[in-house]
């Protein structure tokens, strides 16, 4: 059983920059793909990006594109969200997600993904 563990979470500043991290237990290459999700108080989870095994293909959100940078280290078994210009709206519970099987992070429907952390608090306040 995979487990994943986030962290980097923290209260910014409008316009500021954090960086998640979501180590594995195990090796990270034995998954399909890895993906960083959100929840929002009363909203329902969004994916936001996702990340193939190999790296070679990235998928986002279209509210963080050109924001966020999702990329991986095989050799540390950890996922990484570079987050910039952070806005309020993207104040939410970040989740660290994997797909067990081969996946070209086509989709974001949380049914797709097999394994979940227990997430990460980003707050973006002034």
């Known amino acids: 059983q995979l487990q994943l563990v986030e962290s980097g979470g923290d209260l910014v500043q409008p316009g500021g920059s954090l960086r998640l991290s979501c180590a594995t237990s195990g090796s990270i290459t034995a998954y399909g793909a890895i993906a960083w999700f959100r929840q929002a108080p009363d909203k329902e989870r969004e994916g936001v990006s996702c990340?193939?095994?190999?790296?070679?293909?990235?998928n986002y959100a279209d509210s963080v594109k050109g924001r966020f940078t999702i990329s991986r280290d095989n050799d540390k078994d950890t996922v990484y969200l570079q987050m910039n210009s952070l806005k309020p709206e993207d104040t939410a519970i970040y989740f660290c997600t994997a797909v067990r099987g081969a996946f070209s992070c086509s989709g974001f429907e949380p049914w797709l993904y097999d394994y979940w952390g227990q997430g990460t608090q980003v707050t973006v306040s002034s």
């Open positions: 990340i193939t095994t190999t790296g070679a293909t990235t």
